[in-house]
Each structure stands twice: as C-alpha cells, then as structure tokens.
C-alpha cells in the first residue's frame, strides 16, 4: 500500500504536473509483487566455482479504478539472471566472470515505453603479489552493451579498472 513511484511530466502542464516541468513523485494506491528466486552454487572441481540466481517477478498496479489497474509497475523486469565463475588455478591468482541477463520492462506507468531487455558481461581478476599487497583489475559491460534502466537515461559503456590492496 501507498508505494510512492516517480510520474513523468514530460508534455503535460496540468494536475498533478502543473509547475513540474520534468516530473514529481506520487502515492500508487496498491502494487502486488510476487514471485520466486532461485540460487544455486556448484563446486565442478578444485578451484572452479560456478553460481546461477534467477528472479521471475510479476509486479503490478492493483489500485482500484486506475487507468493503470493491471499493468506492470515501472522499471522491474519480470525476469533477471546472473551467471558466475570463479576459477583459482594457483594459490595467490583468481579470475572470474558475471553475466547479468535482464528482460524487458516498461518505464512508465501506462507500460507505453518498453525498456529493452540486455545482457552484461563483468570480467575479474586479482594476484596476491604479497601477503601485504594485492593488485587487482576487472573489465565491466565487456561487449559495450548499449542499454537503459531507466529511459532517457544512459549507462556505462565499457570500463576497465585496476587496483591495488594493501594490508598492514
């Protein structure tokens, strides 16, 4: 009851988005969620780790009298999943990898704005140069996934990033 979601203004200069050129937030009456999560983790052999969860999600307007009664909330895709690796072939060297695959969903409230649906791949890695010092690195949205979570809105392309921990 009464969860407060953010309603765009954008072309409108009446009700509730007089003097609110971009936007402001409202109550939404009634929202339902439900659905199920899943996670599991399998060691396939000495120093190999595998890890899959999963997310099927049905999340919608049940405010009575609505013109959005039924329709799916804003920005939950009703499916998500992430695969990962993690492998250690030798004592002071690990790599992995994250893959997040995440469904179609609808930015606005009316479901008139479908956000497509994406898929990003995450590479890691860290050298125990020490046992003071590790330096690590990974490389996020591998592909250079173009995507969005929230329309209009842009997310990071490709990044690499390098790093070092130092323990006292």
């Not at 409202?26 to 780790?49: F, K, Q, S, Y």
């Not at 998500?80 to 469904?103: E, K, N, Y």
Request: hydrophobic share 40%.
């Amino acid at each position: 009851r009464d969860l407060i979601g953010f309603v765009s203004c954008f072309g409108l200069t009446t009700g509730l988005c007089l003097n609110r050129p971009f936007g402001t937030y409202d109550n939404l009456g009634r929202a339902r969620a439900h659905g199920i999560e899943a996670e599991a983790t399998a060691d396939l052999r000495p120093g190999l780790t595998a890890t899959a969860a999963y997310t099927w999600l049905e999340a919608e307007d049940r405010t009575t009298g609505s013109v959005t009664f039924g329709k799916a909330l804003p920005r939950r895709p009703r499916q998500t999943m992430t695969l990962s690796s993690d492998w250690q072939p030798a004592l002071h060297l690990r790599f992995g990898a994250d893959l997040r695959l995440v469904s179609a969903s609808y930015d606005d409230a009316a479901n008139a704005v479908r956000l497509g649906g994406f898929g990003v791949l995450t590479l890691r890695g860290e050298w125990d140069a020490s046992e003071h010092l590790t330096l690590y690195g990974r490389v996020e949205n591998l592909w250079d996934e173009t995507y969005q979570t929230a329309a209009g809105y842009a997310s990071p392309g490709r990044g690499a990033y390098l790093g070092a921990r130092v323990r006292l």
